[in-house]
């Protein structure tokens, strides 16, 4: 037995680990009481920096040292010379490098580096690049050291078009880098941003031109085409989907006498500041008005616009001036309004070369389904690039995406039947303006499980959306016109708020809903407007006598089912 290593059993090693992890934590606790002692006797020295430092080397995701160890580094530069100065921040860059050595995606350690760079006297940006360099070798995906990188860049000379070039050499090494891929989404706009001298383009951060989007279309098929079942560039697809501009449009102008209200309703929401290029006038006169958002914060985009109107003369006439196109709307003709109808409908207008190059990806990803039919992403680009270029001829062949994605990632069916209520009121909206006939509109019986768009319905007066599949009433407020609402056979269970901004409500039909509570129906008596309701066919009932709900709601006309009055 003798010379030979004596081999510890489990439990020995146990039990030795145990107590060497003991003495850690206790050496660790030890440390990080001693500095909060020294912090909170105001000894901010460089021995409570040493003592930082060694605690920040075990663990460097310890926020509240940082803020201390800053805290050090601040009063020991108020005595400093500069030479002093100089040396403590190449020793704490050092020092931060060291930390990221033990965790490259410390959060703690990347901010308390921006911070040290950003007092830094004589900063090497250079160095700074190059170490994200080192780091992204080391995990492509380290979105802090990413974060990091486009803040070292804002600092430096380095131009948004070099930066493009190094997010392609990163994507050309590695086709699944997501990272590489979102940095380029970031750079596009900022090194081909879209003319915004053109009428039809607004100032966007998000906006680029359009022959570039045509060029990263090509570049991104033939990564997918690589590789169809990663997802990087599936998501770069999608964003490059969304990026066309979609100019703001005016497209009602009414008069509400009895509530001394003027509306205007664009197709999109839109900040107050474009308000400013609103005038309206009265028999030639330009009023000076005070626009509000309908139904939303002042600050946030709004499609509806409201301002007071005092009662002016019905004789004359109300003109509303927006971007050299005019509405006009005579005052006798109460809630009629005039429409826009040079460009509706919410989807985007293609130039010729855009179509043409969508219609050759189209092309390219339904031969890639062909080969991959069970691909998810097949069929939702395909089904989005149908819904671009043409959707109502291809329409039949978009729903049937719609069933794929629904058997393909039954997680998500939710998400895609969203989608697909946004389809079927999207594309029936230029129909229904053209008709200029906004006194009733059926949207019965489409399996709708959400509402899109409703600020091109804000004026109609009688709105069907019974036998749907809706779960809430998000995006009626902005139906300021209707006076009938149909919402029977849906999901609803509860009033929301959103019912309280239709200020001519009449008749409100809630049957055959999922409403078990009476609180929130409460919120219908703040409606003044509001004169029938039924609620025949919902929990509500079986839960309370009809005649409770009856006196409840004296004041108009209930129907419970068995049991009505007025």
């Given at each position: 037995?003798?010379?030979r ?6 439990e ?5 680990k145990k107590?060497?992890?003991e ?8 440390v990080?009481?001693?500095?909060y ?7 901010l020295d ?5 003592l930082?430092e ?6 460097p995701d ?20 500069v ?13 931060l490098e060291?930390?990221?050595k033990v965790?490259?995606?410390?959060y ?9 760079m950003?007092n ?33 860049i804002?600092k430096s ?7 493009l070039?190094?997010?392609q050499k ?8 997501y990272?590489a ?41 033939n ?10 560039t ?6 490059l ?10 497209l ?21 500041d474009l308000?400013n ?6 028999s ?19 499609s509806?616009?409201?301002a007071v109107?005092i ?12 971007r050299?196109?005019?509405?006009n709307?005579?005052?006798s ?8 109808l040079?460009e ?21 990803i339904c ?13 939702l ?9 043409d959707?109502?001829?291809?329409a039949?062949?978009?729903m049937?995406?719609f ?9 998500r069916?939710?998400?895609?039947q ?5 389809f ?6 230029p129909s ?8 009733h509109?059926?949207?019965s019986g ?9 600020h091109?319905f804000?004026a109609?007066s ?12 998000q ?9 009938e ?35 929130s129906?409460l ?26 709900l ?9 129907n419970?089912?068995a049991?009505?009055?007025?």
């Amino acid at each position: 037995m003798h010379g030979r290593v004596k081999v510890r059993t489990s439990e020995e090693q146990a039990a030795a680990k145990k107590l060497e992890r003991e003495k850690k934590i206790k050496k660790y606790q030890g440390v990080t009481e001693e500095i909060y002692a020294r912090r909170e006797a105001g000894s901010l020295d460089e021995e409570l920096l040493k003592l930082t430092e060694t605690l920040l080397a075990w663990n460097p995701d310890h926020y509240t040292v940082w803020n201390i160890r800053r805290e050090v580094i601040v009063n020991i530069l108020t005595y400093s010379e500069v030479e002093a100065k100089t040396e403590l921040f190449k020793r704490e860059l050092h020092f931060l490098e060291m930390c990221l050595k033990v965790n490259p995606k410390s959060y703690g350690t990347f901010m308390q580096r921006r911070w040290v760079m950003s007092n830094n006297p004589d900063p090497d940006w250079k160095h700074e690049l190059a170490l994200c360099d080192l780091f992204l070798s080391y995990d492509e995906r380290n979105f802090h050291c990413w974060d990091y990188r486009r803040f070292s860049i804002g600092k430096s000379e380095i131009s948004p078009m070099e930066e493009l070039e190094f997010s392609q050499k990163k994507i050309e090494s590695n086709l699944s880098n997501y990272s590489a891929w979102h940095y380029r989404s970031k750079l596009l706009p900022l090194c081909y941003p879209a003319d915004t001298l053109l009428p039809s383009v607004s100032a966007d951060s998000s906006s680029v031109q359009e022959d570039k989007l045509l060029q990263e279309f090509d570049i991104v098929t033939n990564a997918i085409f690589t590789d169809p079942n990663d997802q990087s560039t599936w998501f770069y697809q999608q964003w490059l989907l969304g990026r066309a501009h979609k100019e703001e449009r005016l497209l009602f102008f009414m008069h509400f006498p009895s509530n001394q209200m003027l509306l205007l309703v664009f197709n999109q929401p839109v900040n107050k500041d474009l308000l400013n290029e609103v005038q309206v006038l009265i028999s030639g006169n330009i009023l000076q008005l005070e626009w509000s958002a309908h139904g939303s914060p002042p600050t946030w985009p709004c499609s509806l616009w409201t301002a007071v109107l005092i009662s002016v003369d019905t004789s004359v006439n109300l003109e509303c001036r927006f971007r050299e196109r005019a509405l006009n709307l005579f005052t006798s003709s109460v809630c009629a309004p005039s429409v826009n109808l040079e460009e509706i409908g919410p989807a985007i207008s293609l130039t010729a070369a855009k179509s043409g190059v969508l219609h050759t990806h189209c092309e390219a990803i339904c031969e890639l389904l062909s080969i991959e039919p069970d691909n998810k992403w097949c069929h939702l680009t395909a089904l989005q690039l149908r819904w671009a270029i043409d959707p109502d001829s291809s329409a039949a062949k978009i729903m049937d995406h719609f069933s794929a994605l629904e058997k393909e990632d039954p997680h998500r069916k939710g998400c895609y039947q969203d989608m697909k209520s946004k389809f079927l009121i999207e594309t029936g909206i230029p129909s229904f303006l053209k008709k200029r006939d906004f006194s009733h509109l059926n949207l019965s019986g489409l399996g709708l499980t959400r509402l899109y768009h409703t600020h091109f319905f804000s004026a109609v007066s009688i709105l069907d959306l019974s036998n749907n599949r809706l779960t809430n009433m998000q995006g009626l407020s902005v139906l300021v016109t209707c006076q009938e609402l149909n919402l029977d056979g849906n999901l609803l269970t509860e009033v929301e708020e959103d019912i309280l901004f239709l200020i001519r409500l009449r008749i409100l039909s809630l049957k055959s809903n999922l409403i078990e509570k009476e609180d929130s129906l409460l919120l219908l008596e703040k409606i003044d407007s509001i004169h029938q309701l039924n609620i025949e066919g919902n929990p509500i009932l079986k839960e309370r006598d009809s005649s409770l709900l009856i006196n409840l709601f004296s004041n108009l006309i209930l129907n419970c089912g068995a049991t009505s009055t007025s």
